[in-house]
């Protein structure tokens, strides 16, 4: 009788042990491995803009005078910029137009800003910032019509992501 339960007990075992090797190589059958390449894309950058602020500007400019330049700039990227740079980009005018004064030509920055760190966050978020003697109006060029007048100043800014 004990070598009739030690068989059947031994043919169990090896029958388990057999259904568990079996899986183990089903399992192996159907397992994989490989290599690919995953894919991002990078965004397109979206130009800066400045925000009219001529409501809040200082009349400090006269013939021969420097004064503040006012700007606010506008990010409207999902990243924060700072700007490094702002450079003038062409001829300053009345707001709103004065024919006659914008004629004079006579109110331009003094010099490129440069060497800057202005933070501007991400989202269209803006910042104002104020820079003391920027602008000058020439003496000789500036005409009556130019007198109480806010003048645009046109201007290219240059930044990178922060």
Not at 33 to 45: F, I, L, R, V
Not at 85 to 97: F, R, S
Not at 155 to 162: E, K
Request: aromatic content about 6%; proline content about 4%; glycine content about 10%.
């Amino acid at each position: 009788m004990t070598f009739r339960k030690a068989t059947k007990r031994a043919t169990i075992l090896s029958l388990f042990l057999g259904i568990l090797l079996a899986s183990s190589v089903a399992f192996a059958w159907w397992t994989a491995g490989g290599s690919g390449n995953g894919y991002a894309k990078a965004q397109t950058p979206q130009a800066l803009a400045t925000v009219n602020v001529s409501a809040s500007t200082s009349a400090d400019l006269h013939p021969g005078g420097t004064g503040a330049l006012k700007i606010q700039i506008s990010n409207p990227n999902s990243y924060a910029v700072t700007v490094t740079d702002i450079n003038a980009n062409g001829a300053a005018l009345t707001v709103p137009t004065d024919a006659v004064c914008d004629a004079a030509n006579s109110v331009s920055l003094v010099a490129n800003l440069t060497g800057l760190s202005v933070s501007v966050p991400a989202g269209g978020s803006t910042v104002v910032m104020t820079y003391a003697n920027a602008v000058q109006m020439n003496g000789p060029s500036a005409v009556d019509a130019c007198q109480g007048e806010v003048f645009a100043i046109p201007v290219t800014l240059v930044g990178t992501s922060a």
